[in-house]
T-cell receptor
Framework: IAGITQAPTSQILAAGRRMTLRCTQD?????MYWYRQDLGLGLRLIHY???????GKGEVPDGYSVSRANTDDFPLTLASAVPSQTSVYFC??????????????FGPGTRLTVT | GQNIDQPTEMTATEGAIVQINCTYQ??????LFWYQQHAGEAPTFLSY??LDGLEEKGRFSSFLSRSKGYSYLLLKELQMKDSASYLC??????????WGAGTKLIIKP
């Protein structure tokens, strides 16, 4: 693995179903993030984790949950999908949260359609 | 509330110069980022400004004025591969990035 990966690449999901989007990074970054990107809107933060074992809510956390059992993995779960969760989901990581450049590196994204 | 404003779309000619503006109102300021995003791909980092002034990196430059809540990204010697969306983002007082909706740049031959 080089960088940050996401799976699946795309998914069509029936409303009401449960779905976990996977995200793995091999850069040993402390901080990880989940965003959704919708047409005409900026990236919106769903959940974040500043370090393994901790998570926090972003701007649009409702209907989503995350866990951070180790440094590398940061899965995002939709407990019961609804059509408004149709979006492109990006996972990102950065060396650390806080001051400084700490650029975020993005995975290739998961295109999710909820029908 | 927090707000990042960018033009929705801009068109420029190959070989020319284009300036993409970004204005922001955020709770606190811990730096401003520019990212490039090609259609169907992930955003990639271009630049970071935390102090007023111009940062130059090859064909791309980024300017910041904290007192005016304003930044711009300047792209010189435009190439067709520069056709992409350019995202402005500000790190707020909680060290979270607040993102603009992006500016779609169309390059014409």
């Amino acid at each position: 693995i080089a960088g940050i990966t996401q799976a699946p690449t795309s998914q069509i999901l029936a409303a009401g179903r449960r779905m976990t989007l996977r995200c793995t990074q091999d850069m040993r970054h402390n901080a990880m993030y989940w965003y959704r990107q919708d047409l005409g809107l900026g990236l919106r933060l769903i959940h974040y984790s500043n370090t393994a074992g901790t998570t926090g809510k972003g701007e649009v956390p409702d209907g989503y949950s995350v866990s951070r059992a180790n440094t590398d993995d940061f899965p995002l779960t939709l407990a019961s999908a609804v059509p408004s969760q149709t979006s492109v989901y990006f996972c990102a990581s950065s060396d650390s949260e806080g001051k400084g450049a700490n650029e975020q590196y993005f995975g290739p994204g998961t295109r999710l359609t909820v029908t | 509330g927090q707000n990042i404003d960018q033009p929705t779309e801009m068109t420029a000619t190959e070989g020319a110069i284009v300036q993409i503006n970004c204005t922001y109102q955020t709770s606190g300021f811990n730096g401003l980022f520019w990212y490039q995003q090609h259609a169907g791909e992930a955003p990639t980092f271009l630049s970071y400004n935390v102090l007023d002034g111009l940062e130059e990196k090859g064909r791309f430059s980024s300017f910041l004025s904290r007192s005016k809540g304003y930044s711009y990204l300047l792209l010189k010697e435009l190439q067709m591969k520069d056709s992409a969306s350019y995202l402005c983002a500000v790190k707020d007082s909680n060290y979270q990035l607040i993102w603009g909706a992006g500016t779609k740049l169309i390059i014409k031959p």
